[in-house]
């Protein structure tokens, strides 16, 4: 039996991908960090009683901050391979946050990265690295564009990726970068744009909201569909030899076609409701990215299967569910 450790498993990816890899026979540990209130409802679903000899499913508290802890972890948990998709991943926080998001996103990576080296070199490495990257560059962007990163959470994203290209290159371990653009789901943080929208009408229709304030409207994103987006990363650890792959559906949609296409799915004019507020707005803003994935689709036989259209019923749907709102009342 295969054995993977997750970390950022209470996220919108880590639930995804330790679903995926549970339904193909894998033991999965995950990090948890300890809070006061449960963090854990993206998981939930998966978890059982450690004492069932059956069980294939571990948490381990730990923090991305703290080596010795995922040090302890990586020893108890003896895998195959990591995935490290932990990190304070909102961008526009990052600028009110950029030491702490420094600290865990890129000096997170080099814990993890060392711990590795110094406990088994042959366990295969995943890095969760960003589309954000790129930056202000021009697109489409594949592996070979460089990066002009425009934000501290993309600035140490870079630091991560070149740390796992390090590590691949000085050590000879298996540490490979994922370069995902944006990806969502019904399992989105809420505060996150797309996840902010969707939940907005649902909350709007249940006579809970009156108005939706976003920032930027004319950003442009290459948006997927998460659980498409885990296959990938499970792929990428398959893959024969260690290498950096570009993940997105080649598609660019700015933030207000985001916004038409969820309102008119409910039969609403999306102008009554939306207000812009600057607070939401970046200091340097990245205005458009669109991903060439054709190196995922030769090497890994990778492909999106849910498009932009479908990506916003599917989350316009979700929350519209959770608020008790269904079709007879749009």
């Known amino acids: 039996m ?121 366990i295969r490495f995943y890095q969760a690295s960003s589309s954000e990257m790129f930056g202000k560059t021009e697109s489409p962007q594949n592996e070979n564009t460089p990066f002009h990163p425009r934000s501290p959470y993309a600035c140490a994203k870079a630091f991560a990726y070149y740390s796992t290209v390090n590590y691949r290159e000085a050590y000879g371990m298996f540490a490979t970068n994922g370069i995902l653009f944006n990806h969502e789901s019904p399992m989105r943080g809420e505060t996150f744009v797309t996840r902010k929208i969707t939940r907005a009408i649902a909350r709007i229709l249940a006579n809970k909201e009156k108005l939706l304030y976003l920032g930027n409207l004319d950003a442009k994103r290459d948006w997927g569909y998460a659980p498409d987006y885990v296959d990938a990363m499970y792929r990428i650890l398959q893959h024969k030899q260690p290498e950096d792959f570009v993940i997105a559906t080649g598609e660019s949609h700015s ?47 990778w492909e999106p299967k849910v498009r932009f259209k479908e990506l916003v019923k599917i989350m316009v749907d979700a929350d519209m569910k959770k608020e008790g709102v269904n079709a007879k009342t749009k």
């Open 2 to 122: 295969k054995r993977a450790l997750i970390t950022g498993i209470t996220g919108q990816d880590g639930a995804y991908l330790a679903e995926l890899l549970l339904s193909k026979g894998y033991c999965v540990h995950g990090i948890i960090r300890r809070a006061s209130t449960f963090n854990t409802s993206r998981i939930d679903h998966l978890y059982k009683d450690p004492h069932d000899p059956a069980t294939r499913f571990f948490l381990h508290y730990g923090d991305l901050s703290d080596s010795s802890s995922l040090s302890d972890i990586i020893r108890k948990a003896e895998p195959d391979e990591v995935y490290h998709l932990g990190a304070q991943s909102h961008v526009r926080v990052s600028f009110d946050i950029p030491e702490y998001t420094a600290d865990i996103v890129g000096l997170g990576t080099i814990r993890i990265l060392e711990a590795l080296r110094r406990a088994n070199t042959n």
């Open 255 to 301: 933030v207000k076609e985001f916004v038409e296409a969820a309102f008119k799915h409910v039969g609403l004019d999306w102008q009554n409701y939306v207000k812009i507020d600057q607070r939401y707005f970046r200091p340097a803003e990245v205005d458009l990215l669109i991903g060439d994935y054709s190196k995922a689709k030769r090497l890994l036989k």
